[in-house]
T-cell receptor, first 112, second 112 residues
């Protein structure tokens, strides 16, 4: 079974803090994705990566950066957390061959 | 970014009832996926569709890839309490596309 693991289920941070969200997948997938999910807005793509050290902006990259130093790990970084970044963050991975994305359990981030 | 038009946005039904939801697009899609998200969890793939007209079942769930390739339908028969959650459609417009386009979700609530 594909496993996508997000390091934290719940996080509480203060405004201005630097926040790291970590995601690891065990299926040797080339592609990895970060989404945020807000009520009424569905899933919105923040960044994705199709290879180690490669990244592309999604629909809402402002205020975020990413890092992919190893194939299995994709990190989302909030350089200076703000209250409007309070949300559910979902990581996903997929292979180059099939479009199906497999999701982690999510990290619910609260920025106070 | 583009989103698929998913309806209804929410459904309140009695246990045992059948459920229907659909997704439409203004452009042709090559792949349709249906996911379910349990409260507080990440989305899990239910059904994947790859050919126009394809009808695929997974237990009490049945999904169809529309003949026009611009829509897809998901039906749940004889609903049970564990069917509660948010159902998302997703798809790709191009063969081998890496990014998915998502619907905004249908929230299903069941009265026992």
């Amino acid at each position: 079974d594909v496993k996508v693991t997000q390091s934290s289920r719940y996080l509480v941070k203060r405004t201005g803090e630097k926040v790291f969200l970590e995601c690891v997948q065990d299926m040797d997938h080339e592609n990895m994705f970060w989404y945020r999910q807000d009520p009424g807005l569905g899933l919105r793509l923040i960044y994705f990566s199709y290879d180690v050290k490669m990244k592309e902006k999604g629909d809402i990259p402002e205020g975020y950066s990413v890092s992919r130093e190893k194939k299995e790990r994709f990190s989302l970084i909030l350089e200076s957390a703000s209250t409007n970044q309070t949300s559910m963050y979902l990581c996903a991975s997929s292979s180059q061959v099939i479009s199906i994305q497999y999701f982690g359990a999510g990290t619910r981030l609260s920025v106070l | 970014g583009q989103q698929l038009n998913q309806s209804p946005q929410s459904m309140f039904i009695q246990e045992g009832e059948d459920v229907s939801m659909n997704c439409t697009s203004s452009s042709i899609f090559n792949t349709w996926l249906w996911y379910k998200q349990d409260p507080g969890e990440g989305p899990v793939l239910l059904i994947a569709l790859y050919k126009a007209g394809e009808l695929t079942s997974n237990g009490r769930l049945t999904a169809q890839f529309g003949i026009t390739r611009k829509d897809s339908f998901l039906n749940i028969s004889a609903s049970i309490p564990s069917d509660v959650g948010i159902y998302f459609c997703a798809g790709t417009r191009l063969q081998g596309a890496q990014k998915l386009v998502f619907g905004q979700g249908t929230r299903l609530t069941i009265n026992p």
